[in-house]
């Protein structure tokens, strides 16, 4: 069990206990008595007669609308009642990491909400809810079309995975012996507006991210060895030299697969050299991902907020922008352009262990060149995924999208972002294949050891792959190696 005592005690290790291995939350006493401290004044501002977006008010556009007090609680209700997406569902560590985040939110009091709605979130976490929330069509300011679907079956509607199974709303609450929520003033607008999903977004996709690339940090250190490349550009003194952290650390890996590079031969290509570059930029931008997810745990994205009296600023409504969440958007948007990097130096890499002339070894890695093709549609089916990696490092985040009769002229493009580099990993995975499966080809044709780091990590390759003795189908080959680097089954650290 996790206890949250405080505002922003919500780290990434302790989300990742709730979302990926099912622990229980308690919130403390005392911070919930605050909640409600700080929802009782803004309650006595409203009956003051203050104006508050969503509450008082229609919301976009429609804010030039007054909600009465006869209708402003039923108006709470009807704005979780909304919803518009389309496709598969989001994976249920994203749903539910959103309404962990949404939930250590509301704790810092200054959403408005009550500790009552703060302790039925944290039961249905508890009872492993994973909200069904469609992926596709749900960018908008604010998340609103997704949050309307994580909050519906809160209220008896929409549906959860519960065990694998969509179960609708109602009777979701019914097993768990819970009656359908009524928000309360604010409470309905808190509910969906405000950026939850952008770091449970980038907290899925981070891990992945780190372990694929340590997985082409490897296929570039098995190609350099069978290719015989020169070894000396791997030395880690070189990353000191240019001053890069994450750059050194990917040359002391290699460093520690290949060995230290004792000859002096002439250089070899360019995207042998520069891997310690690439691999190591696009390291660093993973490690700024995780930092940007741990900062967002502990934020506030909701909007508008209640303050209190601060800094020479008078107690009241805040409206807010930060339920933009430009950070993650841009981090994602660079992730996605790295890993394009990332594959262009593995195609290029195969490519010159297909040729006899960089690799010493037979043209096309065949066992006996011109009878057979050898490897050369590994490289074929290669570029095809290449060409779909580029297209999906075109960032998401440059587009301009207005809304709301131009009340939302900017939204945020995070579940795009998300979505590309998802996919833009997958296309690594295809490419990276390949140049396993020719690293394993390549392996069974070259008589020579390779250092014992890297044959640990051949062993798991050739017991998927047969060596190319006569030409066939590689499909399999390909499909086994990817199942390899989707589990991360080749770096042993």
Known sequence: MIRLERPGDLDLARYRRVVGDGETVEIAPALLEAVDAARARMLVHLEGGASAYGVTTGVGYLSR??????????????????????????????????????????????????????????????????????SRGITSSGEVIALSHLAQPLAGDGAVLLGGEAVPG???????????????????????????????????????????????????????????????????????LKGEPAQERVQVQLAAWLGPGADDRPQGPVSFRVLPQVHGAALELVERLEAQVERELRGVSDSPLFLDAADGEPGG???????????????????????????????????????????????????????????????????????ELRALAAPAGVHQLDGSTGQEDVQATTFLSAGQLARALDELEHILAAELVAARQAHHLRSEPLPPPLAAAMAPLAAAVEPVREDRSLTRDLAAVRGLLRFGALVQW
Do not use: M
């Open 317 to 387: 409504f805040y409206p807010s922008g930060n339920f933009h969440p430009a950070a993650l958007g841009l981090s994602l948007d660079g992730l996605a352009v790295a890993f394009a990097q990332v594959g262009n130096l593995s195609a290029t890499r195969l490519h010159r262990l297909l040729d006899g002339r960089f690799s010493g070894l037979p043209d096309q890695l065949a066992a006996e060149p011109g009878r057979q093709t050898g490897l050369i549609l590994a490289h074929k089916t290669v570029l095809g995924h290449v060409a």
């Open 170 to 240: 109602a009777e979701a609450l019914a097993r768990a012996g819970a009656a359908p929520y009524v928000p309360g003033l604010k409470e309905g607008i808190a509910l969906v507006n405000g950026a939850p999903f952008a770091p449970a977004l980038g907290a899925d996709l981070g891990p992945r991210c780190a372990a694929l690339l340590d997985q082409a940090t490897l296929a570039g250190a098995l190609t350099a060895a069978l290719a015989t490349q020169p070894l000396r550009a791997f030395s880690p003194r070189l990353g000191r």
């Open 65 to 134: 609308a007054r909600i009465g007090p006869e209708e402003q609680l039923a108006f709470q209700r009807s704005l979780i009642a909304r919803g518009a997406g389309a496709g598969p569902p989001l994976p249920a560590a994203v749903t539910r990491g959103a309404l962990l985040i949404r939930l250590a939110g509301f704790l810092h009091g200054t959403a408005g909400v009550s500790a009552d709605l703060c302790r039925f979130l944290a039961a249905r976490l508890n009872d492993g809810w994973a909200p069904v929330v469609p």
